[in-house]
């Protein structure tokens, strides 16, 4: 990769607001959070502050904010600003206990929460967070719906993913897969920003492909960093560099019978598969762009976040 195009890829992964013209949006979600977590019980305070005061992507609400944008020409409301919050804290329940089962040490930087104060308080807090996104939302039966399935359907797709691990699957398993995982939450995401269901395959299709681009990264970071994707060649899960690796015999039988001594292999395998993936992803983005451009009156938003989302594989 150029250094240019790396530049790209960092940008797109942190200075999201500023590229969508969305800062204002998002000062007013730092500024409710704040007001929010200065309420919160003197006893998990603490922890609620350290995994929301980090360096965050705030890849989720910037889509509300954007599917807002893209069928309205009014200010952000405040039922839909809470919503984005809502998605925000869900969203960190999900990161406190992948940390916890993947026996990860830092988050953001510093220490995970479970290194920092302990496996119970880490669970007890995530469950104070997902517990307050529903609350943030109680006056609103639209968005009280919604949240409360997205808590399920994620339930249920991690459940899905881990039942599929290690089994010799293709492509379109992936796809199934991405889709009711992170698709689920940027379909959540779209629906929130319109308040109906305009541009919920769009979401479903953002998902996704945040989903394969995410994929993608790990397995560059096995070659460029050490070990960016061992976690899931140790687990077996179905990521889009596997689905496409898997179409060889010999490598679906790797990863099947995956072991610390073919970690080195597999992830090589891997690394063979990236130029389909990657060429999988962009026609995923073309998918997305259509849906943006054909269902929303301002979707010039929209396409952008698709082009950015796409420039994660790089990262």
Known sequence: MTPSAQESAER???????LLGLTGDLDRLHDFIGE????CDAEVQAMVRRQLSGRAKYFRPMTVFACYHATTPKPLSIRVLRAAAAVELIHNVALIVDDILDR??????????????GFLPALMTSGYIGFAGAQLVATDPYS?????????????????????RRQPLGVEDWRQVAGADTGTMFEICARLGTRDDTLLKYGLLLGTLYHGCD?????????????????????????????VAMRDPA?????????????????????AALPEAEAYLDRLAVEAEYEA????????????LIRHTRALSAV
Request: proline content about 5%.
């Open 251 to 271: 490598t679906a039988l790797l990863i099947r019978d995956v072991r610390p001594g073919n970690y080195a292999e597999t992830a090589r395998r891997l690394q």
């Open 12 to 18: 797109s992964a942190w200075e999201l607001p500023e």
């Open 36 to 39: 929010w977590i200065d309420a």
């Open 104 to 117: 990860s040490r830092y988050r953001r930087g510093q220490l995970s929460l479970h290194c920092r104060y």
């Open 144 to 164: 009280v719906r919604l949240v409360a399935e997205l808590m399920q359907r994620l339930g249920a797709a991690e459940c899905f993913q881990w039942r599929l």
């Open 215 to 243: 994929d993608v990264a790990d397995v560059r970071g096995t070659s460029a960093l050490g070990g960016g994707s061992e976690k899931d060649i140790e687990d077996g899960i179905l990521t889009l560099p596997a689905a």
């Open 293 to 304: 451009l054909h269902n929303a009156p301002y979707p010039a938003r929209l396409v952008d």
